[in-house]
């Protein structure tokens, strides 16, 4: 079957640095999606990683291990407003998103 | 900006209502989705389309159809609404590329009393 594992939530203090990781198993691989997810709110996407190696957007990156079906999200500098789910979603080799339950991130002060 | 939009943001419904949740996209995507989402289960395909006219089950398709008679319009219905179906439903579409992203509308929390 298919599957994808991520913490179901975690906590982090403002300023700091939170590394949220996902691993999948799946028919075939087509890529892996991070999408931010604030209370009461729609999906936004953050990432996508297709290719081995990091992915750096301003105060996140995404990481990608296609040999380890692993990949992270690297939160820096958290700031209160990054309180959200994160989910982790990989598409299949028939090009459907598999999607991951969610981390709930807990900021701090 | 993809603009994704759905009909209701709150709904409550009684035990076998017949439920009616639209989703309209402005970016002239060819896929659309529904899901539904629920604590500790995350996002669940109920059904998809790739085109007007037509359609594919997703994983929980059970109690649910959908309609595609336009582009840009992608219903979801439940025939006889049951109280398991109090979820919060989200709409998506996204065009044609593997690259491409899905873009959510903001999504109806459907309570079923």
């Known amino acids: 079957g298919q599957n994808i594992d991520q913490p179901t939530e975690m906590t982090a203090t403002e300023g700091a640095i939170v590394q949220i990781n996902c691993t999948y198993q799946?028919?075939?691989?087509?890529?892996l999606f991070w999408y931010q997810q604030h209370a009461g709110e729609a999906p936004t996407f953050l990432s996508y990683?297709?290719l081995d190696g990091l992915e750096e957007k301003g105060r996140f990156s995404s990481f990608l291990s296609r040999s380890k079906g692993y990949s992270y999200l690297l939160l820096k500098e958290l700031q209160m407003k990054d309180s959200a789910s994160y989910l982790c979603?990989?598409?299949?080799?028939?090009?459907?998103?598999?999607w991951g339950a969610g981390t709930k991130l807990i900021i701090k002060p | 900006d993809v603009k994704v939009t759905q009909s209701s943001r709150y709904l409550v419904k009684r035990t076998g209502e017949k439920v009616f949740l639209e989703c309209v996209q402005d970016?002239?995507?060819?896929?659309m989705f529904w899901y539904r989402q629920d604590p500790g289960l995350g996002l669940r395909l109920i059904y998809f389309?790739?085109?007007?006219?037509?359609?594919e089950k997703g994983d929980i398709p059970e109690g649910y159809s959908v309609s595609r008679e336009k582009k840009e319009r992608f219903s979801l219905i439940l025939e006889s609404a049951s109280t398991n179906q109090t979820s919060m439903y989200l709409c998506a579409s996204r065009g044609t590329g593997v690259t491409d992203t899905q873009y959510f509308g903001p999504g109806t929390r459907l309570t079923v009393l």
């Open positions: 389309s790739y085109d007007v006219k037509m359609k």
């Open positions: 799946t028919s075939g691989f087509n890529g």
């Open positions: 970016m002239d995507h060819e896929n």
């Open positions: 979603a990989v598409m299949d080799s028939n090009y459907q998103l598999i």
């Open positions: 990683n297709v």
